[in-house]
């Protein structure tokens, strides 16, 4: 059963940086997964930020494109989340999540890798 844990939240001044962690554990060896980052302000829905594809592909939310980079160290099983310029309106819960994943090898079955966990979240508060 996949486990992620997310850290790196905390509060910084508008323009500052922070850069968040999502260790990830019980992945399987033979899938390949595809993992993203989320976020969710008080009193509105959750939404998507980035995402990172097992073959290095990334996306992001226009709101973050250009501020926000994401990465993965695939020997630590971390995904990364580089947060620069900040603005006030980044203040929000930061969730990681295993999107989608997919059988290495064509012998495995794609539905022994399991995807959709989410981490618990860190805090992310930018002040003006």
């Known amino acids: 059963q996949v486990q992620l844990v997310e850290s790196g939240g905390g509060s910084v001044q508008a323009g500052g940086s922070l850069r968040l962690s999502c260790a990830a554990s019980?992945?399987?060896?033979?899938?390949?997964?595809?993992m993203s980052w989320y976020r969710q302000a008080p009193g509105k829905e959750r939404e998507f930020v980035s995402r990172i594809n097992s073959d290095g592909f990334t996306s992001y939310a226009d709101s973050v494109k250009g501020r926000f980079t994401i990465s993965q160290d695939n020997a630590k099983n971390t995904l990364y989340l580089q947060m620069n310029s900040l603005k006030p309106e980044d203040t929000a819960m930061y969730y990681c999540?295993?999107?989608?994943?997919?059988?290495?090898?064509?012998?495995?079955?794609?539905?022994?890798?399991?995807?959709?966990?989410w981490g618990q979240g860190t805090q992310v508060t930018v002040s003006s």
């Open positions: 019980g992945f399987s060896p033979y899938c390949n997964y595809d």
């Open positions: 999540k295993t999107e989608f994943a997919r059988a290495k090898r064509s012998w495995y079955p794609n539905s022994l890798c399991a995807f959709g966990s």
